[in-house]
C-alpha cells in the first residue's frame, strides 16, 4: 500500500506570509502531485514532478512554487499567502502515466 | 467549460437499493479513474479503468473510452459507502489528470 505523508496537517497563516507545505512518499513513484480541493471545483492541479528536481506547472499554478529535492518528497511553496489560497491542499504519487494515484491526508490551510 | 462532467452532483438512497454514477468527457482521454471520499478525508482509489468493464465486489465500473464516458454502479447499497465519489481523466498528450466535481452519496438507514 502506498504511503504518502503530509505536514502540516492544519496550519493558520496571515495574509503575505510565506508558507510551505511538505509531502513524503515511500513506495519510490517517479510522479508527484499537489492539488487544491474547494467546493464546487472538484480537485485542481497545481504543480507535478516527474522525478527529483523536476517540477512542471499544473492548471493553476499561479501564487505557488514547488521544489523537488529528492524522489520522496515534494514540496508546495507559498511565498505571499494570500486569503484567496485557503483550501484543502492533496499530495499524491503514482508510479508512471496512466497509473492511479495514491493520495495523502490533506492539510488545511486557512490563510487570514 | 468543464472538461470532467458527473452526474448526479448528489444522490439520497435508502439502504439496498442501487446506485449509478454517470461521468462524461469533453476531451480526449487516455484513462479514467473512480475515487471515493469521506467527509474530510483523502482519496482511495476505487478503480481505475482505462477501458472496459471492472468489477470489485459490489462496485462495478464501465468505461467507453471512445464515447468519453464512464459510469460507477453501486448495488445493493450499504451506509458506509456514503461519501463523494469522484472521477478522474488522464488526458492525451501529457501526464495531467483533471477531476470532476463529484458524487455526494448518501445512504440511509
Known amino acids: 500500500e502506498a504511503a504518502v505523508t503530509q505536514s502540516p496537517r492544519n496550519k493558520v497563516a496571515v495574509t503575505g506570509g510565506k508558507v510551505t507545505l511538505s509531502c513524503n512518499q515511500t513506495?519510490?513513484?517517479?510522479?508527484m502531485y499537489w492539488y487544491r480541493q474547494d467546493t464546487g471545483h472538484g480537485l485542481r492541479l497545481i504543480h507535478y514532478?516527474?522525478?527529483?528536481?523536476?517540477?512542471e506547472k499544473g492548471d493553476i499554478p499561479d501564487g505557488y512554487k514547488a521544489s523537488r529535492p529528492s524522489q520522496e518528497n515534494f514540496s508546495l511553496i507559498l511565498e505571499l499567502a494570500t486569503p484567496s489560497q485557503t483550501s484543502v491542499y492533496f499530495c499524491?504519487?503514482?508510479?508512471?502515466?496512466?497509473?492511479?494515484?495514491?493520495f495523502g491526508p490533506g492539510t488545511r490551510l486557512l490563510v487570514l | 467549460g468543464q472538461q470532467v462532467q458527473q452526474s448526479p452532483t448528489s444522490l439520497v438512497l435508502q439502504e439496498g437499493e442501487n446506485a449509478e454514477l454517470q461521468c462524461n468527457f469533453s476531451t480526449s482521454l487516455n484513462s479514467m479513474q473512480w475515487f471515493y471520499q469521506r467527509p474530510g478525508g483523502s482519496l482511495i482509489s476505487v478503480f481505475y479503468n482505462p477501458s472496459g468493464t471492472k468489477q470489485s465486489g459490489r462496485l462495478t465500473s464501465t468505461t467507453v473510452i471512445k464515447e468519453r464516458r464512464s459510469s460507477l454502479h453501486i448495488s445493493s447499497s450499504q451506509i458506509t459507502d456514503s461519501g463523494t465519489y469522484l472521477c478522474?481523466?488522464?488526458?492525451?498528450?501529457?501526464?495531467?489528470?483533471?477531476f470532476g466535481s463529484g458524487t455526494r452519496l448518501l445512504v440511509s438507514p
Open positions: 499524491a504519487s503514482g508510479d508512471r502515466r496512466g497509473d492511479t494515484q495514491y
Open positions: 513506495n519510490n513513484h517517479n510522479n
Open positions: 514532478s516527474y522525478g527529483a528536481g523536476s517540477t
Open positions: 478522474a481523466m488522464e488526458r492525451t498528450g501529457g501526464y495531467k489528470v483533471v
